[in-house]
Nanobody, 123 residues
Framework: QVQLVESGGGAVQAGGSLRLSCVASGRFSSYGMGWFRQAPGKEREFVAAINWSGGSTHYADSVKGRFTISRDNSKNTLYLQMNGLKPEDTAVYYC?????????????????WGQGTQVTVSS
């Protein structure tokens, strides 16, 4: 059983930065992790993913060059550094743990989810 808790969200003006954190209770070090987001009236979408060791990362095209996913297995913590934020980044951001093999961007392959943290970017 896994519990994931996100933090670090907030309100920021366009061009600003935020650092999201996700602390996991239970299994963590042997599993891939990902960040997803859901904007009002929109479906949940993939943001970034990282493999169990941190040696492989993937990003949605919309955030490449602006967001960085990382993890600290000694602290059971996942991070998402978000720079150059845009109004279209406004969403609830969710931390998730990958439980199945397959494409990293598929939400259906992640079986554990946090409650989410709100990110609001104003122009």
């Amino acid at each position: 059983q896994v519990q994931l808790v996100e933090s670090g969200g907030g309100a920021v003006q366009a061009g600003g930065s935020l650092r999201l954190s996700c602390v996991a209770s239970g299994r963590f070090s042997s599993y891939g992790m990902g960040w997803f987001r859901q904007a009002p009236g929109k479906e949940r979408e993939f943001v970034a993913a990282i493999n169990w060791s941190g040696g492989s990362t993937h990003y949605a095209d919309s955030v490449k060059g602006r967001f960085t996913i990382s993890r600290d297995n000694s602290k059971n913590t996942l991070y998402l550094q978000m720079n150059g934020l845009k109004p279209e980044d406004t969403a609830v951001y969710y931390c998730a743990q990958k439980d199945k093999s397959g494409g990293v961007s598929s939400a259906g392959l992640y079986n554990y989810w946090g409650q989410g943290t709100q990110v609001t970017v104003s122009s």
